[in-house]
């Protein structure tokens, strides 16, 4: 049997498909877009949950939150439910050394049996980008496992806020807010939007530096061509309408593959690709197949033949943040349509409230659209937000005429069948995967759950304690393990 690939596992945060090779033309990314020319680009990727530890947890069990329980951020206590099978413990076993260099942010830590968690202190302040080291311990990890098959994951802190203009001299040529625009979903136009668009921009030039780094480690060290390089990010960029929500803005994000002899170069793959297809894509790879109970498929079919059968339709979900930010909606889209459904339309948008900083809870997240920047906006754009803020039981968009989703349609006559159709293979959808969010019990069940949980830490100014164990774990988990028969 040939030597098994190394593994090198790239997640950024909080970025969308802001990359050169994505064909935007605001930003350089040169060392992203030679990474995508040497392979697969997957042009219509997407999470399963815009913000950080459930996508991670997604890529890291090929399942989706409501059936892996990370539903919500660790930092929270939100956690995975016991005994699901995560990529490190898959691959250790095979005879590989496993290392993360960066935040974890899923839980229990130690389900996760890395050799080497390098999450010092310097490396995971929000405040501080050092890629020069992060490409040390890059090397000295490689070196260190000699002849055996390595997985080197590694968690960029870039793009997540602050939007860091430069760190460590990097990016050379810092963008200022004249030369770009801002992102296409985000609908308004002001110089304070532009100034943290520029950053964010700035933000993806310095994780294109980092990338071009490891990519150098591999070659120093011999291990470029027999490594499976694969990049993507936890979910979308943190501006209204992005993270956090079920619009393409926070669920639409860059998924590279490369690896020389395997995946052809300068492919670019239409097919609707998602982060629960990385672990089954890795351990295909390795020569171990699809583990039966995930949720992904493996993508090296797909990356050398599009005709391969393939989803027709990606589904992703909202649960929680942390409980003041919990309000459940799903989403379904095929090649045109798209469905989003909120099962607690009788309340504001807590996601909303805090980018508008309108927001009791926490105080405004600094990229967010305030409220006068959105009346001094066109009518649609202000309809939009107007939906944003308060919405509907159901949302409807044909992104053929409107990809940045701001005309709703789903009180139009026209798309009733559109509708009808969208939310009958979003119901299938969740009795196939064990989505208990579609019964009403279990819904006012959990809605209590955190009312209860906001009422008695986060009202006050607090959060729910370390090692705090989530009621819903007792009524979500064994439903969940049941149907995935782990």
């Known amino acids: 049997m040939s030597k098994r690939p190394n593994i090198l596992l790239i997640v950024s945060e909080d970025n969308g498909q802001h990359l050169g090779c994505y064909g935007d033309q605001n930003v350089r ?84 049996p890395w050799d080497l968690w390098w999450n010092d202190n310097r490396f995971i302040s929000f405040g501080q980008r050092d890629v020069h080291t992060t490409a040390e311990m890059a090397h000295g990890f490689i070196a260190d496992t000699g002849d055996a098959p390595f997985l080197l994951m590694v968690a960029a802190r870039d793009c997540h806020l602050p939007f860091l203009r430069q760190s460590h001299g990097v990016p050379e040529h810092p963008l200022s807010a004249d030369d770009v625009v801002p992102l296409p979903f985000v609908g308004v136009d002001t110089l304070r939007v532009r100034e943290h668009t520029a950053d964010y921009y700035n933000c993806m030039q310095r994780l294109d530096v980092m990338v071009g780094l490891l990519m150098e480690a591999l070659r120093t060290h011999g291990k470029d061509d027999n490594t499976l390089v694969i990049f993507t990010t936890d979910h979308g960029a943190q501006f209204s309408r992005g993270k956090c929500s079920c619009y393409e803005g926070g669920l639409r994000i860059p998924m590279i593959a490369r690896w020389p002899g395997r995946i052809p170069e300068g492919r670019v793959v239409d097919a609707f690709v998602s982060q629960i297809d990385v672990l089954p894509t890795i351990m295909s790879a390795v020569g171990e197949g699809v583990p039966s109970h995930v949720a992904g498929a493996s993508l090296l079919p797909l990356a050398s033949d599009e005709s391969v059968p393939w989803r027709r339709r990606v589904y992703a979900e909202w649960t929680s943040c942390h409980s003041p930010i919990y309000y459940p909606q799903r989403s379904i889209r095929n090649e045109r349509h798209k469905l989003i459904v909120t099962y607690r339309s009788d309340r504001p948008n807590p996601c909303a409230q805090i980018n508008a900083g309108t927001a009791t809870f926490q105080k405004h997240v600094a990229p967010g659209t305030l409220p006068d920047e959105v009346l ?18 159901e949302e409807l968009y044909d992104l053929h005429e409107d990809p940045w989703e701001f005309n709703n349609l789903a009180d139009d006559p026209s798309y009733e069948d559109v509708r009808n159709k969208l939310r009958q293979e979003l119901v299938e959808w969740q009795t196939q995967t064990g989505d208990l969010v579609r019964d009403p019990s279990v819904l006012a069940r959990l809605n209590a759950e955190h009312d209860e949980i906001t009422q008695r830490y986060y009202s006050i100014g607090e959060r729910v304690p370390e090692g705090f164990v989530w009621p819903y774990w007792d009524y979500l988990g064994a439903e969940s393990v049941a149907q995935r028969n782990i």
């Open 29 to 112: 990314t040169p060392h992203l877009d030679s990474l995508a020319a040497g392979g697969a680009r997957f042009a219509n990727a997407y999470c399963t949950q815009a913000v950080c530890s459930p996508g991670r947890a997604s890529i890291l069990t090929g399942l989706y939150p409501h059936q892996n329980g990370q539903i919500g951020l660790s930092t929270h206590e939100y956690a995975m439910y016991g005994n699901i099978p995560n990529l490190p413990g898959l691959l250790k076993p095979l005879g590989y050394r496993a290392a993360l260099l960066g935040k974890l942010h899923v839980k229990p830590f130690d389900a996760f």
């Open 376 to 393: 001094g906006a066109t009518e649609r754009v202000r309809r939009t937000y107007a939906i944003y803020n308060d919405p509907p039981p």
